[in-house]
């Protein structure tokens, strides 16, 4: 006979239910961001165009990611919080303001990641400002440079709350969405693909290349660290060489995000 009584909820259980809603309620808020688009640009489908990108940035996206990226001469976009810059952190450490200007020199790519690597869903339109003016001052410390910059969520997380201050900020802000960007495109949600573990999954992503050379758009790549133990969010040196070399290989343009957007023509067709 079944016994009628019911074990009780272990509260470790009751602790990850504010998370797992709190995750959820992300997760349909990119949604309906996509569904209801703040701007539109139209992508060309002309050529296939890759981004590399990085995010927070790890010392090992420095180190490995950039000097793989220039060993094939073409360049790479690095989003940076300057609230993590020389933070060390279990299976990582974050490159400090001096990581960052070797970065600019080198020619690569200095967008912004926020300062303080905050979700936007959580941060009021006031604080997001003033937030977004002092990662400005430190990007500014490290790369001077004129116009606006590029910007990416910290979790990939949208905000419809924000993405006025945004829009108006950035001239684009990527996100994450498992996917191309072709023909009308929202640029403050611009769709990427992440390179993440386990390896194998690293090696199943020139499915991705292999798809914007038959049907021509924007792929957005991003990772994290890149190191021969990587987090769960970044690759090995060997993963992220193979899918770099191969979108060159296939006859793909690699760019930075600020040059894919000249290259497309799209600074005169943003709003």
Not at 16 to 44: C, K, T, Y
């Amino acid at each position: 006979m079944r016994s009628a009584f019911t074990p009780p909820v272990q509260p470790e259980r009751i602790a990850r239910l504010p998370a797992l809603i709190d995750r959820f309620a992300g997760r349909l808020e990119n949604r309906l961001l996509r569904a209801a688009p703040w701007q539109v640009m139209q992508v060309q489908t002309r050529e296939p165009i890759v981004s590399f990108t990085f995010d927070d940035v790890p010392a090992s996206a420095f180190e490995a990611g950039a000097a793989i990226l220039e060993a094939d001469g073409v360049r790479g976009t690095f989003y940076i919080s300057g609230g993590l810059a020389g933070r060390i952190e279990p299976g990582r450490t974050l490159i400090d303001q001096s990581g960052c200007r070797e970065l600019a020199a080198r020619g690569h790519e200095i967008g912004c990641h926020t300062h303080a690597h905050r979700d936007l869903r959580h941060v009021d339109g006031e604080a997001l400002v003033d937030d977004l003016a002092r990662n400005a001052r430190y990007l500014q410390s490290i790369d001077p440079r004129s116009g606006r910059r590029n910007f990416a969520y910290p979790y990939n997380s949208g905000s419809f709350g924000t993405r006025a201050i945004l829009a108006d900020t950035f001239r684009t802000c990527r996100a994450g969405g498992e996917g191309i960007n072709r023909g009308p495109t929202d640029p403050v949600f611009l769709r990427a693909v992440e390179i993440r573990q386990p390896q194998r999954h690293v090696l199943g992503l020139a499915r991705w290349i292999d798809a914007v050379v038959a049907k021509p758009g924007w792929l957005i790549f991003f990772t994290h660290d890149i190191a021969p133990r990587p987090t769960p969010y970044g690759c090995t040196a060997p993963g992220f060489r193979l899918l770099v070399g191969y979108a060159l290989a296939r006859g793909c343009r690699v760019l930075t995000v600020d040059a894919a957007l000249d290259h497309m023509g799209l600074r005169e067709q943003m709003p």
